[in-house]
């Protein structure tokens, strides 16, 4: 699984980023992917991410 962030949609909230800082990481303001591809061990948590995403920036391909 893959997984990417809009960067034009995230606010910034770092919901994702405290869920799954394997994944995920603050830049500044925004939220980034540090890790594109999910680790197997990571899909059930970055899945809730995207459920938990205000914005709906998280996408998973």
């Known amino acids: 699984m893959k997984v990417k962030i809009d960067a034009d949609l995230c606010t910034?909230?770092?919901?994702?980023?405290d869920s799954v800082p394997e994944?995920?990481?603050?830049v500044?303001?925004?939220a980034e992917v540090i890790t594109p591809?999910?680790?197997?061990d990571?899909?059930?948590a970055v899945k809730e991410s995207?459920?938990?995403c205000?914005?709906?920036a998280i996408i998973i391909e």
């Not at 910034?12 to 980023?17: D, I």
């Not at 591809?37 to 197997?40: E, F, G, I, T």
């Open 42 to 44: 990571q899909e059930n």
């Open 54 to 56: 205000p914005a709906e």
């Open 50 to 52: 995207v459920s938990d």
């Open 12 to 17: 910034g909230c770092a919901l994702c980023t």
């Open 28 to 30: 500044g303001d925004l």
């Open 23 to 26: 994944v995920f990481q603050m």
């Open 37 to 40: 591809v999910v680790p197997a």
